[in-house]
């Protein structure tokens, strides 16, 4: 199990090890970390995932720390150039199930098309969300000219 969900260290100095890898030696300001944790790293709006290997406090290998501790965590497949003083490691947020999932139902919408000629009776479209994100796919059934 991985630490607390909301775990945020704060990074003040990283370097490369050999045999280890890039460590970071940070504060942990909330939650707790241990070896295994998937972090994502935030640098100026940027995020990039990395995994938490080692976790040592005051030289000692350590299973885990939590909140206010001073700590140096050892980080998979990244590079001193990744995370720098300021950056923040956390744990990823947690997947939200969709209440939706496995489950069907019928809606009717009207679209206006710029170009309906695109368009023919019976086709299957994909439905997005505003973020671009798929959430669902729809049925084209053009109406009936009167």
């Not at 972090?39 to 000692?60: A, P, Q, Y």
């Not at 206010?68 to 490691?89: E, I, P």
Request: with cysteine; glycine share 8%.
């Amino acid at each position: 199990m991985a630490g607390t969900p909301a775990a945020s260290t704060q990074v003040e100095h990283s370097t490369p090890v050999r045999g280890v890898g890039t460590c970071v030696i940070g504060k942990v300001e909330r939650g707790s970390v241990k070896a295994g944790d998937v972090l994502d790293i935030l640098r100026w709006g940027t995020r990039r995932r990395t995994m938490c290997t080692r976790v040592l406090n005051n030289e000692e290998v350590k299973d885990h720390d939590t909140v206010y501790s001073r700590v140096t965590l050892a980080l998979r497949g990244v590079d001193t150039t990744d995370v720098k003083r300021g950056s923040v490691l956390t744990t990823p947020p947690p997947a939200t199930p969709n209440p939706m999932d496995g489950k069907s139902f019928k809606a009717s919408a009207q679209i206006v098309l710029v170009n309906p000629e695109a368009l023919e009776d019976g086709q299957e479209v994909v439905v997005l969300s505003s973020k671009g994100k798929k959430i669902g796919t729809a049925t084209v059934s053009m109406p009936l000219e009167s």
